[in-house]
């Protein structure tokens, strides 16, 4: 069928229906569904009881906002590494993530804040929204440049779902027991009491009592990371291309599209204390995030240069590493980041983090490829896939060392079961363990399944030849002033096949 | 007198003696006028009444930061789409925007904080000058590439004077009867009466009161996008060249200044929940601008992928739609996204304003230059102008349906007037509506004004042949280190003429 | 030794093992001394007696996060001017700012935050850590192109220290008596009593009493840029290379560079506001010198636009000025922006500092060079020297006008030894004085020592010929996707020489 009029009709269309089929079923869903929560809606604030300044606008907006920074910024122009994919790599993931956090809005909400028939929604479900609108892209980064926009968006519809669903099982379903006769908190997104804390603090009424969180991880070393890169690199197995090296030479980056890809790096890393910090306790807890997620950023920065010049060629370093390994810091911290990790914890993981993700670019990314044939694109298996694994590890051995003395009144906010003597910082550890194993099988099985979906073959997906280039996509000018647009024509190229 | 030494003399000093001149007066009107005001002032904070955690800075502060982001980093950069003005594109909006947030300063000042014979100071005016260079920075994408410098300085101390009163005319002039005995309030840029709002909330002292709003724009649908749209096409059918095409060469992108351009379009989307909610009510009302906001721009990216595919030459992608068009969101609920819009209506909204947007840079932009003789060089009317309206339309529809059911205790904040029972909402609504077209005159004649003033023959203006062309007006290096200074002289080129 | 095979391995491994034994040593001081503080560890704060909240974060997290971002992607874009050194600018920024920041907390922490035998950490001592840093990469930007990253991680190790100790005698050792029986408060890196202030005014428990400053300089007029500045003239005096002309020809930029540059330049111009106001007063101090700060901006745009004009060839602007004098109204108003410089006096010290940096570059750059043997690569004796030098005298100015008329209660915050009639005012300015020339001392001789330093034969440095080329560092990709990597290899290089 290739290159033939109706493949090229075929394609025409299957973006722009899809984009409005999803965008019209999200806004029915949304318009049965979703309402404004209590901090959201003036008309359910009760004014006489609550000041303004407690609203809890003013404890995550901020966080958000860099958060939504990273998303945006970070991740999209990280991958325009790519000579000929800029476009694409910074407008997909732009799309995707348009997408992606309606989508997530619904599913999250329907598992967390539900109740009386509506998802109630504010500054939290945004924050919960973009963080898993962070493992889709996680994912893409290992298909980036192979998969078209269509596919990308039915990867997200699934991925979406599963990523909830995870969450959910980790959040709740762990225990031995469900709490019987408690409603799910408004803001119990990433498992966190938000409610209480805030009515501990500022004075909010606790409109709904949360369940405790079975399994913590903040800033998500488990269910961003670790599940958005196995998603992504399993789903690039089934995907896998033995003739792609008839795009090799497109695949490297030019001097211009590195320095681009560094604005990416650069947001991604200044932003991580608040990404991981966003849905941490307020007060201390959030304060002690974003300083254990800074000194761990800084170390894997050094362990990542002194690693790149070690294993360079004649000691030069590799932009590579610098542009993605120098972030595993942020990584590997995402689920202890909220305990008492100490700054030298902090600094020692970072550390490794680095060390572990650079030598990962050098020599493991090639065996994914040649033995396991993983073609993982902009390499989510050195930054996020290890790092991610790392952390929850490190979550782990944090969470088995907790005790009263060293969390004091913390305790109870970070591991409220330990607290309330439910159960032993050992058996904590062990619900963590748990939790990494569902995770990474949740991400197997859904990678497994959304390679299935995306090999259907009436899908619209680059060939062999057309990999990692801008024009199959885009209208694209040239690179000089005095250029007409580039000769490759995708038509012409269809004839290829 | 092209080519003449007189005429290259001529723009010699052109700019230079504009920005003294106008800074100089600037800075003698700080002096007699400007002073702290009361939030800023430690000698007028009356310590003992207030924390200083009350302090407005903490309320407005993030928010004023992300809308300096978007008018600094957000419009520079989109504007640097064309190929060889790239300088030009941000370092223009760089002057443009550091002259006019002074220059409003004193004009929002005379207008709206006025009193004992000072203009006072703080957050909230240093937000609303960075609205008016919004309103100024849109109507110079109107002229991208056509007008020097000091054209464009000239044009901006037109417009922020047009500006300030066409906002003042809407908030305080359209009512029945202004208020007898009541001074206007000092944080009322956007007549937000924020003394009120803060007082009920944190304990800051009313300092004055504030009279209600006639018309509620918070965003600015009319002020800002509709106003500087509209001022910026009437300048630019007046400022018409015939004889353009000579530059036609250099009205396209090349590859990498597209990408700068996404720099641009991404901080402008990131950053927009901000610039909606930077002056509306304190607590949930600021929580629910943001909301609405976000979902908004959210669909209107997904309209914009699905409608810019649908119309592209074999189904392709066009880079100027998602840069452009994807924004369109953020501008249609302006004014509304401060009301109980919904979730499901902040989707609607953003999504049929990315689909008219994206149509009209395929369809419209032409026709607006071939029949109505204007020159758009960013599409203005696009992403400002037609959103603007509808989104002032929106505004129509939902304070036309108001009711203290839905708003609570805050339709007290949102439309006090009805709040009070001397409105009923659709009074409300023809208000709202009336606004929308005191705003279109003003812009219309303003820019007309604005025509007549900067095609005074002694300013310095581009030739025909020289648009869209960075040399006029810099010192251009190469675009490779082997390169020297591009061939092309602006004193040779004058002889072209 | 120069294109030896041991020169090669040697410089191999310099760079690595330097990071490893510095981030090692760093981690292990970390481990003894460093520990949460008050505010950041849940034991520490008494959960019965504090509000959430009102924890510092909250106030001081969102200033941090700007400033991060000013040092970041700020200096480390604005330094990509270079044609082929943007690897290494955007590249070496960030692995010196990911060093001197860990060294930093130590070295500040021992100095101002150790009591008990620990260093206590939280968001206080992450600004001073990153204000530390911006000094140090102040330095480097006179060096940028001429030194390898190991000669710049040493500059670094010494750097800190220096700045440390100046920054401490500033504070704490130039009165006439140290207040005996007091502890240095927690959180006084900047001076700021800040335990105190926000005890006045959030109900934070005054952990620890702090002794007043002997110098104001809350936005390091003295101690970040001209320390930074002067160390960095002075060393690369010392580092003089007299056939530095053999790398003139990469020593300019390109057009897009200049447009990477454009990014730093307008990133710190629009958070410069939070970065002066980071560690002032809590409330009215920090409202009133970020609105100082944004108006000293201003001007100083408008003169350095109207200067560049004045003086460039033909009236063409000068990307150069731009990109860097525009900030000199950040530097000017460091120390000065939290007293009553008032809105006018914030414009007049902004255009001052505007137009004399643009004359810095125009007439004294090359005077620099010539006459004094200074090669300051990216000009730092313009934009932080000078207007730096000229903000601690503004500083003298300011301190020495005030009275307890114009601060009221403020006073006692700004000038706690004038409140407290332990000073006059002009007795406060003659410190204000003495505290400059004792910074211009500390950095002449830190400079000196650095320059010595980084001249030990077996580091390795770039050679006269190699000056401004990345491929010394990096594996560096082609310009266009056709190209191989570029010829120049610095095996052949290093065999120039």
Not at 31 to 49: E, I, M, P
Not at 398 to 423: C, K, M, N, S, W
């Amino acid at each position: 069928m290739a290159g033939s009029p109706s493949r090229a009709a075929g394609r025409r269309l299957q973006l722009p229906l899809l984009c409005l089929f999803l965008q019209g079923a999200t806004a029915v869903l949304f318009a049965v569904f979703v309402r404004y929560n209590h901090k959201t809606d003036a008309a359910l604030w009760h004014r006489g009881n609550h000041s303004n300044a407690d609203n809890e606008f003013y404890f995550r907006y901020p966080s958000f906002q860099d958060v939504h920074a990273m998303v945006f910024v970070g991740f999209g122009f990280l991958m325009v590494f790519l000579q000929r994919y800029g476009f694409s790599s910074v407008g997909f993931t732009f799309l995707l993530a348009a997408f992606a956090l309606q989508w997530s809005t619904l599913v999250q909400g329907f598992l967390h804040s539900f109740h009386s028939g509506h998802i109630h929604v504010g500054v939290e479900s945004m924050i919960n929204a973009d963080f898993c609108v962070g493992a889709v892209l996680i994912s893409s980064g290992a298909l980036l440049g192979k998969t078209g926009p269509a596919q990308l968006l039915l990867m997200a519809l699934l991925e979406v779902v599963l990523f909830g669903i995870n969450e959910f099982v980790l959040l709740h379903l762990l225990g031995v027991r469900v709490w019987g006769g408690m409603e799910w908190g408004v803001g119990g997104g990433q498992g966190q009491p938000l409610s209480q804390e805030h009515g501990g603090g500022g004075g909010v009424l606790p409109l709904h009592l949360t369940a405790p969180p079975q399994v913590r991880d903040a800033g998500g070393s488990m269910t961003i990371h670790t599940f958005g890169a196995y998603f992504g690199l399993v789903l690039s197995r089934v995907l896998y291309r033995p003739q792609l090296e008839k795009s090799k030479h497109r695949q490297g980056s030019v001097y211009h599209s590195d320095l681009f890809a560094m604005i990416g790096t650069i947001f991604l890393w200044i932003f991580w204390p608040s990404f991981n910090s966003a849905l941490t306790a307020l007060g201390t807890g959030q304060h002690q995030t974003a300083l254990n997620t800074y000194y761990s950023l800084a170390a894997s920065t050094l362990s990542t240069f002194a690693l790149s010049a070690l294993v360079g060629e004649d000691g030069r370093l590799d932009m590579v590493h610098i542009q993605n390994a120098a972030l595993a810091g942020g990584v590997v911290v995402g689920t202890s980041s909220e305990m008492m990790l100490t700054p030298f914890g902090a600094l020692a993981a970072g550390f490794l983090a680095g060390t572990v993700s650079t030598l990962g670019y050098k020599f493991f990314t090639p065996i994914l490829e040649s033995k396991f044939k993983v073609q993982d694109t902009s390499g989510v298996h050195n930054l996020h896939g290890m790092p991610g694994v790392l952390g929850a590890l490190l979550g782990v051995l944090v969470a088995g060392l907790a005790t009263h003395e060293a969390y004091g009144d913390g305790l109870e906010r970070v591991f409220p079961l330990i607290a309330e003597g439910q159960r032993s910082a050992t058996s904590q550890a062990m619900y963590q363990l748990f939790g990494l194993f569902v995770t990474l099988m949740f991400a197997s099985v859904g990678g497994g399944l959304g390679g299935l979906l995306l090999k259907l073959p009436f899908l619209d997906s680059p060939l062999d030849s057309q990999c990692y280039e801008d024009q199959v996509h885009w209208q694209v000018p040239g690179e000089h002033e005095d250029e007409a647009q580039r000769p490759l024509r995708v038509e012409e190229a269809d004839t290829q096949a």
